[in-house]
């Protein structure tokens, strides 16, 4: 079955139209959200209830996310064993970007130079190129640029999010007006809305103090 799925989506672009391939696309996107937005669901469900049956389905949920990544990204690398496809619609760019942004960091890594390439060509904005660029160096432990990644563990029995630490925060705002980014006001709010977590952004604390503590956090969740 996994030879299966993008043998299927390679042969139905390579057969098919810009229109086909849109179809699928947006099959694909439906997937993605869908299991995130279930995820959302049940971690929001966990911090207001506290009931420990629902960290049986959190794990649940985790399993089904990263099925359904492996499966887009199957479909996306074949897509673009040809490069990228031209006559798409900006959902299916859109699409393409946030598949590789939700991939293992191998894969994002991969792809880092196409998805600028991509920007640049103006089929996905400058402020998705920029939260992949910053997803990477999170990824490899490294400051972020534009302040676009945070982490989120149990600390003091609740969810707790924290924004990873950045590069060069008295340049935070300019950085991320560079690149079409809301202010790091209106983005740390609509997380916090989002998440339904209060959101620390320290820059005082560095990679390596938020990298112990959530591994802390692992190993007492573990216990």
């Keep these: 079955m996994k ?128 939260i992949l660029f910053d997803r990477v160096l999170m990824g490899q432990n490294k400051l972020q640029r534009y302040g676009s990644q945070s982490v989120q563990f149990g600390e003091a029995g609740h969810l707790q999010l924290y924004l990873w630490p950045v590069e060069s925060p008295d340049l935070l705002d300019s950085l991320r007006a560079s690149v079409g980014l809301s202010p790091m006001s209106e983005y740390l709010q609509l997380l916090s809305d989002t998440t339904g977590s209060a959101v620390v952004f320290d820059p005082a604390i560095t990679v390596e103090q938020l990298v112990a503590m959530r591994q802390r956090a692992t190993e007492e969740f573990g216990e």
């Excluded at 995820?39 to 049986?56: G, I, K, P, S, Y």
């Excluded at 990544?69 to 031209?86: C, H, K, T, Y």
């Excluded at 598949?99 to 400058?126: C, F, S, T, W």
């Design 3 to 130: 030879f299966f799925v993008p043998f299927l989506a390679l042969l139905l672009i390579s057969c098919g139209s810009a229109r086909t391939t849109d179809k699928l696309l947006a099959e694909v996107w439906q997937s993605d959200q869908n299991v995130r937005h279930q995820m959302l669901a049940l971690t929001n469900a966990f911090e207001a209830e506290r009931r420990l049956e629902l960290l049986d389905s959190m794990v649940v949920a985790v399993e089904r996310m990263e099925a359904v990544d492996r499966r887009n990204m199957a479909i996306v690398d074949s897509l673009l064993q040809r490069g990228v496809p031209r006559g798409l619609s900006a959902e299916s760019y859109k699409t393409i970007w946030i598949v590789i942004d939700h991939a293992p960091l191998e894969k994002q890594v991969q792809y880092l130079p196409l998805v600028e390439q991509m920007a640049a060509n103006g089929v996905v904005g400058r402020e998705e190129y920029a």
